[in-house]
């Protein structure tokens, strides 16, 4: 059944018990094997608001994949920022504006009107939370730039909206 589906919705296990392979799938392992974007819906969630999408930008094969299976959902949105967060000592801030100013001419020239925006952060945890107090309804990712192990290790984007994220999410790898 796999093969069939356009989206998967999926929940998030925060109770942290080990989950039932024969009836549970992990989002993990789920946005990694499907081939299809997953929307990952936090039980805080009583419906979706459409208002304002987030995507969160990094110029990786993953979230180019998600902005364009995000397109339905973003053109459905009100209001649409495209934000890259940078690390204040690594990132040059205007490279990363030009890259956020190309994904919103290209949401733009599918009818979608699209804000870019590069907030600066301290580290990958700080960068975090830049995107958590941006106020979006929904987000849209790349998931898994970086290996799942480097994630499993000392954490990351992914599996913090996998886990801790209290708005939906569109994610492909």
Known sequence: MRRAPDLVIT???????QLDQLRQLDPSDLVMRVGRPIFVVPPEAEYLKLKCALVA???????RRAVYDALPLLHKAKEVNV???????????EAAQGRVNDVTAW????????????????DEE???????????DFLVAGAYGHTRL???????????VLTHSRHCALLTH
């Open 11 to 17: 929940g998030v296990n925060r109770v942290g018990l």
């Open 57 to 63: 930008w990094k110029d990786t094969r993953e979230a």
């Open 83 to 93: 934000v890259e967060v940078i690390l204040h000592d690594g990132d040059d801030r």
């Open 107 to 122: 949401l733009r020239r599918h009818s979608i009107s699209a804000y870019g925006t590069v907030l600066c952060a301290s």
């Open 126 to 136: 700080d960068q975090i939370e830049q995107i958590r107090q941006y106020g979006a």
């Open 150 to 160: 480097r994630e499993w290790v000392l954490g990351g984007f992914t599996r913090s």
